[in-house]
């Protein structure tokens, strides 16, 4: 069994920032990519960021993500935040658990930026 748990998630004022990390863990042979996708109020899910397991990333504008193999963990350093950035994020691994590549998600962490 593999679980993904994030942390990191919270009230921040706009322009201000966020790290949020997602750690797997369980039965991991190994992990390919690794993402952060977002869903606010109303919208679809969307992605964020994604970084494969030789640490080549795309990502948005002020946003960063990045990973440590060794932890089996994803971080996503989130700057100059705007109310618009404000949606439960979720961590997403594609993850080989000894019977093939599976995706994996986290439960999600409420991210809100208001003043």
């Known amino acids: 069994q593999v679980q993904l748990v994030e942390s990191g998630g919270g009230l921040v004022q706009p322009g201000g920032s966020l790290r949020l990390s997602c750690a797997a863990s369980?039965?991991?042979?190994?992990?390919?990519?690794m993402g952060w996708y977002r869903q606010a109020p109303g919208k679809q899910r969307e992605l964020v960021a994604a970084i494969r397991s030789g640490g080549s990333a795309n990502y948005v504008e002020r946003f960063t993500i990045s990973r440590d193999n060794a932890k089996n963990t994803v971080y996503l350093q989130m700057n100059s935040l705007k109310p618009e950035d404000t949606a439960v994020y979720y961590c997403n691994a594609r993850i080989n658990d000894g019977s093939g590549y599976t995706d994996y998600w986290g439960q999600g962490t409420q991210v809100t930026v208001s003043s």
């Open positions: 369980g039965s991991i042979f190994s992990i390919a990519a």
